[in-house]
């Protein structure tokens, strides 16, 4: 996960892998971490969009990559490819904002 400040209309974006995005709830069906308010997904099937991400909203368009900053681009780059320049097995990368915790 990075800490870049992405422009989706929100400061403090991060790109959060799928694997710290999803939770195992009380009754053993996955969810989305509540730890983190989500702002949208990229999937490498629409690897050009943003949708909107969320448990059981039908996902709708937040917006397109090429809006993003040149950092935010690195990142996604980053996450969905190896050093050598070849496709990993990740799929799925979500931008969110880590909420803060109530003392």
Do not use: Q
């Not at 929100?10 to 983190?36: F, Q, T």
């Not at 991400?53 to 935010?72: I, M, Q, S």
């Not at 969905?80 to 915790?101: H, L, S």
């Amino acid at each position: 996960m990075s800490s870049v400040n992405y422009n989706l209309n929100n400061k403090g974006v991060r790109l959060i892998d799928s694997e710290n995005a999803w939770v195992r709830g009380k009754n053993g069906k996955y969810k989305l971490n509540p730890k983190y308010k989500f702002y949208g997904k990229i999937d490498t099937t629409m690897p050009g969009m943003i949708v909107s991400a969320g448990d059981k909203t039908k996902p709708k368009y937040c917006g397109d990559v090429c809006e993003l900053n040149k950092t935010a681009k690195s990142e996604i780059i980053n996450h969905f490819y190896n050093d050598d320049g070849k496709r990993n097995r990740k799929t799925v990368a979500y931008f969110g904002i880590e909420k803060k915790e109530k003392v």
